[in-house]
């Protein structure tokens, strides 16, 4: 079955920190991965999508890696802002219009 | 929200009763889906369009019917809802032709919230 798993469920930091996000991922086969942004009451909005051939891709002060061997990705934030505090979550494709599968997401709390 | 709107935004209503949620989108995209989102699991795919009268089951589809019968609108109905079917519904979509391109990303609406008693 495909799966994917993140890390950790939820995470507390202090604005201007930086924070890792993890995503493993079983899914095969492998199309690409994305990361969304989802804010409180709001749809998942995307911040990258990595294919097979892709190891990082930016997006700001995000950066989304991709180890293909391992089946892992990581979302970086760089020096976080109030305006960060969201869930994130990793979803990995398969291939064709119905082939997502979502991850649970990271709560990500960003204290003044 | 990329031209996508649902409606209604938030409902309440009783066990037995049907409901229908609307998805609207004004981007021309292939494809339309339909999620919900509940605490402890990931969006899950309910169903989901592939053109006009073109639909196809996803995940959790039992208790759900879906119609699309223009391109911009695709109408998800509970027959008989249930509190089981109490959560928060997404719209989505994707396959917009740029160029000689099909891209996939998807983009997701406002989000319905809906509370079975």
């Known amino acids: 079955k495909n799966q994917v798993e993140q890390s950790p469920q939820s995470l507390i930091i202090l604005e201007g920190k930086n924070c890792t996000l993890q995503c493993n991922y079983t899914v095969s086969p492998f199309s690409n991965l994305r990361w969304y942004k989802q804010d409180t009451g709001r749809g998942p909005v995307s911040l990258t999508i990595m294919t097979f051939s892709e190891n990082t891709k930016s997006n700001g002060r995000y950066t989304a890696t991709l180890d293909a061997d391992t089946k892992q990705s990581s979302l970086h934030i760089t020096a976080s802002q109030l305006s960060d505090s969201a869930s994130y979550i990793c979803v990995v494709s398969a291939g064709g219009a119905d082939g997502l599968t979502f991850g649970k997401g990271t709560h990500l709390i960003i204290q003044p | 929200d990329a031209g996508i709107t649902q409606s209604p935004r938030h409902k309440v209503t009783e066990t037995g009763t049907p409901v229908t949620l609307r998805c609207h989108q004004t981007?021309?995209?292939?494809?339309m889906y339909w999620y919900r989102q509940d605490p402890g699991h990931g969006l899950r795919l309910i169903h989901y369009s592939y053109g006009v009268k073109d639909t196809d089951k996803g995940e959790v589809s039992d208790g759900y019917s879906v119609s699309r019968s223009k391109t911009e609108d695709f109408l998800l109905t509970l027959e008989s809802a249930t509190s089981s079917q109490t959560s928060v519904y997404f719209c989505a979509i994707s396959g917009k032709r740029t160029g000689g391109t099909l891209l996939y990303e998807q983009y997701f609406g406002p989000g319905t919230r809906l509370t079975v008693t």
């Open positions: 981007e021309n995209h292939r494809y």
